[in-house]
């Protein structure tokens, strides 16, 4: 009799269950099916994308001879390691600094801080053109570097953030008690147990930071041209083939970076745990 009651409840449970799992798959396929297709053209003989004409490697083989894609992967390059070098040492420190320290204004400070992940693209875009034309500074790479580490920061802030959370503030205490300094408490404690965090961090800023068009394209000078601002100004007058070909590669690259940095997550979360 109790098992003929319960029926009811398991079948209930099983179709929520499979409605749930039928919604999560159409999300899933909105989400990568355009993606798939853009994989399957890329390798297309025909050089126009309505129809199939055989299998063909020649636009990765003229992507990889495009000297204008390569110079333009160059200057994304450049912006983005030498952002990402320079947030990674201001996001750290700024990360210690708001969780280990009291001043005046902190609640301010670091709700400004956060700012940059909430703004939309083209406020900071429109915000930091008109910064450097009222100081009159000339649009070049380095203006470029420049808007790219204000995003990187506080993506690499956050990050860190979340890791000292889990920490135990009191190894500090420990190495300085034993007499090390302020620095080598920094270096030889906090920040080896930080590291993850970081190089989680910068993993993802660089990501973003290869993939920004919008900054990119309001800061940068004469010469600089990055690689989405070399995509896009191709796709104006339609999609190539050889920009599908560019598009997959760069979707490989920018997911093993980011399976990269969740693994690093994930690996210094559950060594805490289990420490």
């Known amino acids: 009799m109790t098992a003929t009651l319960d029926l009811p409840k398991t079948v209930a449970a099983k179709r929520r269950l499979s409605w749930q799992f039928l919604f999560t798959l ?15 053209f890329s390798f ?10 055989g299998f063909s490697l020649q ?4 992507m990889f001879n495009d000297t204008r894609i390569l110079s333009a992967l160059a200057d994304s390059l450049s912006v983005a390691l030498l952002a990402v070098g320079i947030a990674a040492v201001l996001g750290t420190l700024m990360a ?12 301010l400070y670091q709700g ?3 700012l940059p ?3 939309p693209d083209i406020a900071i875009a429109v915000a930091t053109l008109v910064f450097l034309a009222s100081l009159a500074i000339p649009l070049s790479l380095w203006t470029v570097v420049a808007a790219h580490i204000v995003f990187c920061l506080a993506y690499i802030a956050v990050v860190v953030s979340t890791r000292l959370t889990g920490m135990n503030p009191h190894l500090e205490e420990a190495a300085l008690d034993l007499g090390a300094t302020p620095f080598q408490a920094f270096t030889k404690v ?12 910068c993993l993802l800023a660089f990501v973003l930071s290869m993939d920004d068009l919008l900054i990119s394209s309001f800061t940068a000078g004469g010469g600089t041209t990055t690689l989405p601002m070399e995509i896009f100004s191709r796709v104006r007058t339609g999609v190539k083939p050889d920009i599908n070909a560019l598009s997959v590669v760069l979707i490989l690259a ?7 940095a969740e693994f690093i997550r994930y690996r210094s979360e559950q060594q805490r745990l289990d420490g």
């Open 117 to 119: 992940l909430i703004i």
């Open 59 to 62: 636009w990765y083989q003229r």
């Open 26 to 40: 159409v999300m899933f396929a909105f989400m990568y099916i355009p993606v798939l297709v853009l994989a399957f």
């Open 44 to 53: 297309n003989a025909s050089p126009f994308s309505a129809g199939w004409s």
């Open 190 to 201: 906090l920040l080896p147990q930080l590291m993850p965090a970081i190089i989680s961090g």
């Open 254 to 260: 920018s997911g093993t970076l980011a399976f990269a």
């Open 96 to 107: 210690v600094g708001l969780a280990r320290y009291t001043f005046p204004g902190k609640q």
């Open 112 to 114: 400004i801080s956060y």
